[in-house]
């Protein structure tokens, strides 16, 4: 009975505790969401802000029956493959490196951090300016070497690679602080062991570093495949979703709905099916890594 009454006790403890934060998370994250949900049902617009009569699933139907949505989708869906791909490859390279780096250790990551601590608004300023077609100095470099200019942000068959680049030159660091620290504390048994058994390095990396890396692995392509899908700071400062409809990821797609369109429900049932892919891409992924374990 005493040890039932001191569980007890540190249950009501534990939830006194998370209550005020608890609070404050539904505050801000719970209402902004339930309303969110409402408008997505609603006939609410700017020309119109009333929510009733309330629709039902007809702003969903109506969203996902312009070819538009798909476009958006399916250019979501490869930017995110790519800019993920990259961010991983790249970080996991600079992770393997940093981690047999003996001096200046500090010093390099402090540089590393630096993409990552700028606001993704700053970075599409900077990159607009650089890539700029008649003064930027991507250009410069490329006529200084002979070669004709590119329009990088205003062709439509590069303008989606070209934002992909820089959202990569971003993001890329927070991936390597993730991996390095996973590499760091992986045990030095197993390649004590393999060393002694004639393992040669790229066998330790393919039998012993990626396994046991593996679910770190797992929690920085998870938070970067968010990230990506729900992205909007480059295509709108960087492009507007142009040239045409070349870079109007999803995101972009409902912002251009409900505020350019004028139709808040149909810009919110919009995000609401991005989310809802992004929760089940979260799912499916995590029960993927739990069945390989």
Same mark, same amino acid.
């Given at each position: ?6 569980? $007890?006790?540190?249950?009501? /403890?534990?939830? #006194? ?7 404050? +998370? ?18 609410? /617009? ?10 039902? #699933?007809?702003?969903?139907? &109506?969203? =996902? *029956? ?28 600079? %992770? ?6 003996? @001096? ?11 993409? =990552? ?6 970075? #599409?300023?900077? !990159?607009?300016? +650089? ?10 470099? +490329?006529?200084?070497? *002979?070669?004709?200019?590119? $329009? ?8 989606? !690679? /070209? ?22 504390? +992986? ?30 692995? #797992?929690?920085? &392509? ?8 729900? @992205? ?8 507007? *979703? ?15 709905? %409900? ?7 149909? *810009? ?13 891409? /979260? ?11």
């Amino acid at each position: 009975m005493r040890f039932a009454a001191l569980a $007890d006790r540190d249950w009501r /403890t534990g939830w #006194a505790f998370a209550a005020p934060g608890l609070v404050t +998370l539904a505050i801000v994250m719970g209402l902004p969401l339930v309303y969110a949900a409402l408008i997505s049902v609603s006939s609410l /617009t700017l020309l119109k802000p009333m929510l009733q009569p309330f629709t039902g #699933a007809k702003n969903f139907v &109506v969203v =996902m *029956g312009d070819p538009l949505f798909w476009d958006a989708l399916w250019l979501t869906i490869k930017y995110s493959v790519v800019t993920v791909t990259g961010e991983f490859v790249l970080g996991l390279g600079v %992770a393997l490196m940093l981690n047999r780096a003996v @001096t200046l250790k500090p010093v390099y990551f402090a540089i590393l951090t630096i993409p =990552m601590a700028m606001s993704p608004v700053s970075v #599409a300023l900077i !990159w607009r300016m +650089l890539l700029q077609p008649n003064l930027g100095i991507a250009n410069q470099l +490329l006529e200084s070497l *002979g070669l004709p200019r590119v $329009d990088w942000l205003g062709n439509a068959d590069i303008a989606l !690679w /070209t934002m992909a680049a820089i959202d990569i030159w971003q993001q890329t660091s927070f991936v390597i602080l993730i991996l390095a620290a996973g590499l760091a504390s +992986l045990p030095r048994d197993p390649y004590e062991a393999a060393e002694v058994d004639g393992a040669s390095p790229l066998q330790q990396f393919w039998y012993i570093t990626l396994p046991m890396l593996r679910p770190v692995a #797992a929690i920085a &392509v998870i938070i970067q495949l968010i990230n990506e899908f729900r @992205t909007y700071d480059l295509p709108y400062i960087l492009t507007k *979703g142009g040239p045409g409809n070349s870079t109007e990821v999803l995101s972009f797609f409902a912002y251009r709905r %409900a505020f350019l369109g004028l139709h808040l429900n149909e *810009g919110a049932a919009a995000a609401f099916v991005l989310l809802l892919i992004v929760l089940g891409l /979260t799912v499916l992924f995590f029960a993927t890594l739990e069945r390989r374990r």
